[in-house]
């Protein structure tokens, strides 16, 4: 379909969808003129992404260094690493390739409906980041913080999400994410080929 017939919603998964597939394959590149400056560690070795959520919804609370932006689509995405995003699609009219992710290792499950995850970097993605195929490779800040996730995956139902990070600078981010109640779309992706498969039929 023609980017100019997708719904808003449809235009913002797939921009998620496209920037979790570049972190995950690529390396992050310093650039000096980036909104907020970066810093960048080395880079991690390749992973893959091997479960992605998506969830409808919008940001009772969304900011970034101080800037309150506005969003409608967050994404899970779990990496065959073990390393997890919380990829937040900011609704920005000027810049379709506009994506903030909390992201770290090891999360948690307390219960069948709750899930936390420890920060230890946040990545920014605009359109003016350098580009691999194309597509703009977001830049990654050390951070430390945690997001909480409430309701469950395997039965299409999170309530919200919640992100709370500092960065090496002592910038905040910070994401409230209320679900609209749309069941969350989960796909498993396949490595061997580019192809996206639902584990729940």
Not at 40 to 51: E, R, S, V, Y
Not at 60 to 76: E, I, M, N, Q, S
Not at 149 to 156: E, K, L, W, Y
Request: hydrophobic residues 35%; aromatic residues 6%; positive net charge.
């Amino acid at each position: 379909m023609a980017p100019w017939l997708m719904s808003p919603t449809t235009r913002l998964r797939r921009l998620v969808l496209a920037a979790l597939l570049v972190i995950a394959a690529s390396p992050c590149f310093a650039e000096t003129s980036e909104p907020v400056p970066v810093n960048n560690p080395p880079a991690q070795p390749n992973a893959f992404i091997d479960l992605l959520a998506l969830m409808s919804g919008h940001c009772k609370t969304f900011r970034v260094a101080g800037r309150t932006l506005p969003c409608k689509t967050v994404a899970y995405a779990h990496g065959d690493t073990g390393r997890v995003n919380f990829a937040v699609a900011v609704d920005d009219p000027s810049d379709d390739s506009h994506v903030v992710s909390f992201s770290g290792e090891n999360g948690k499950r307390a219960d069948d409906n709750s899930y936390e995850l420890r920060i230890d970097r946040v990545l920014l993605n605009s359109k003016n980041r350098p580009k691999v195929d194309g597509l703009p490779v977001p830049a990654e800040q050390t951070s430390t913080g945690i997001c909480r996730q409430t309701g469950n995956f395997a039965a299409r139902k999170v309530n919200d999400v919640t992100c709370s990070a500092t960065d090496s600078e002592g910038r905040k981010y910070e994401l409230l994410f209320v679900s609209d109640g749309t069941p969350v779309s989960v796909r498993r992706i396949r490595q061997s080929a580019p192809s996206i498969q639902d584990p729940f039929k």
